[in-house]
């Protein structure tokens, strides 16, 4: 149907033009004058300096065997003075004056969040690096079924001249309520939450916006009930987040901290406190041996991060390490679990709300339990060897003193604020305080290691800032000692 086909070229000739002109031009610019010219630097000379010799000076020869000979023959008057020293009332008088022995508590701030959607208890307190800011938990703190319900956190500037006491300065949403925070111990700016729901969130509050940086989202091996504890572990080449949650998991992961990235959660390591690591004759060993024991409450070693306690919802008191060597359990689908436990202690009689390890002796601990009693225990030493009785009722935390070594603070279901002192009382506490009118529960309690100040967070949703006398704030000469006397007490 179709074919190539040449037609023949067709011109068509102009009708007006008949044969083009042109003419040549030529364009000069004017001449350019030049002249040349010689330029010479000056002539440089080369010198040498030199400094005078210095001449060493030989030190003179000591000798050893004399200098040994001398201390051996002055080591009675100088270990006798020290002693005389150790005793002397020379300044007795000084320590009233500088009110060393004047111990009270004062509360400087009350603060809510009045847009609250509904009452929420503060479920947990942190501090941040520098010790201006404090971090607020919201939420249920009894659930009678699964959480429904949003929780928030909040942060509140407490160095700032004008502060809002009845609005956050920072109010964050969380999907389900909000059981723990703890602000990371270098970055002022970072901080971690455990939700009802299992997750583990990271706000990085130097931003304006997208300032929820990552979610533990959809981690099989992860958290499937509240999240009731969080560490951080610090170290020059990593950043570690510990979790603890009420499913028996106490899970590791690796925070990786980038300038140009937003942080990545990554778990790198399980372990799972089950009944089949407590011994069947203990008095609250679990019926069930294949059964996952909730914790509640967790505290490292200041001194050895491999060491941690953790309290249950039985009743147990555990001494853990995350250097376990125990046969992995059938357990998990990605990582492998294994049994922390190292140590059963003598046990609550009611679920275990706090454990704190002393910040200055590596054996001691306390516990706070709703069986109405607060304990001291010597990691070494199953049974406690004190128990303290302070109120008729739940006692929800506890905790040491970053400043005072024989200094510590709990918290009661009616309310009160209890501050002990061990170098003057080993009984009772030294000063009782209503921390509301209504004697409702206190839940949280959190000391400020930068400052003179705690503070507490109780079931209305109000937190309290409380500034401590410097008796209770400056450590007194001979207190650390006093405490290992008390530790050694218990070997007795």
Not at 84 to 108: D, P, Q, R
Not at 182 to 204: M, R, S, V
Not at 409 to 419: F, H, K
Not at 421 to 434: C, E, Y
Request: charged share 20%.
């Amino acid at each position: 149907m179709f074919k190539d086909e040449e037609q023949t070229c067709i011109t068509c000739p102009s009708t007006w033009q008949k044969s083009r002109s042109s003419k040549s031009r030529v364009t000069q610019t004017s001449a350019l004058l030049t002249n040349d010219a010689s330029a010479q630097s000056y002539d440089v000379c080369s010198t040498e300096v030199q400094t005078d010799a210095v001449q060493s000076k030989k030190g003179k020869d000591h000798n050893m065997d004399d200098i040994a000979k001398f201390l051996k023959s002055v080591e009675a008057t100088v270990i006798k003075n020290l002693e005389e020293n150790l005793n002397s009332t020379a300044f007795k008088g000084l320590e009233n004056v500088l009110g060393m022995h004047n111990s009270s508590v004062n509360n400087t701030l009350t603060l809510n969040h009045s847009p609250l959607e509904f009452q929420m208890s503060v479920q947990d307190l942190s501090w941040n690096a520098s010790g201006s800011v404090i971090g607020v938990a919201y939420g249920k703190h009894d659930h009678e079924d699964w959480c429904t319900h949003k929780g928030m956190f909040c942060t509140w500037n407490v160095d700032r001249g004008r502060i809002n006491v009845n609005k956050a300065d920072q109010a964050l949403d969380v999907a389900s309520c909000l059981m723990c925070v703890e602000y990371h111990p270098i970055l002022p700016n970072l901080c971690a939450g455990g939700a009802f729901n299992g997750q583990i969130i990271i706000w990085d509050l130097s931003r304006t916006e997208d300032i929820e940086v990552c979610v533990s989202k959809n981690v099989e091996d992860g958290h499937h009930e509240p999240v009731t504890k969080l560490c951080w572990q610090i170290s020059s080449k990593s950043n570690m987040l510990l979790s603890l949650g009420m499913d028996g998991k106490i899970l590791r992961w690796e925070v990786k901290l980038s300038r140009y990235q937003d942080p990545e959660l990554t778990l790198v390591q399980g372990f799972v406190i089950t009944g089949a690591y407590i011994p069947r004759d203990h008095p609250t060993a679990p019926s069930s041996r294949t059964a996952d024991i909730g914790g509640t409450a967790m505290s490292f070693s200041h001194e050895d991060e491999s060491t941690f306690v953790v309290g249950s919802e039985s009743g147990l008191v555990l001494k853990c390490s995350t250097l376990s060597t125990e046969l992995p359990l059938d357990k998990g689908i990605k990582i492998q679990f294994r049994s922390p436990i190292t140590l059963v202690y003598n046990s609550h009689n009611g679920p275990v709300y706090d454990v704190d390890f002393s910040p200055v002796h590596r054996n001691l601990f306390l516990t706070a339990s709703t069986d109405g009693t607060i304990r001291l225990y010597n990691t070494l030493q199953p049974k406690p060897f004190q128990v303290l009785e302070p109120v008729s009722g739940y006692v929800f935390g506890v905790q040491w003193s970053p400043a005072r070594p024989l200094v510590f603070a709990a918290i009661t279901a009616n309310g009160s604020l209890l501050i002990y002192d061990l170098k003057k009382s080993r009984v009772g506490p030294v000063l009782q305080i209503p921390v509301n009118q209504t004697k409702s529960p206190v839940y949280s309690i959190e000391f400020n290691s930068k400052s003179d100040t705690l503070s507490t967070g109780d079931s209305k949703g109000t937190v309290k800032v409380w500034k401590l006398s410097q008796g209770l704030s400056s450590q007194i000469r001979g207190e650390v000692k006093m405490l290992e006397r008390i530790a050694a007490s218990s070997y007795e």
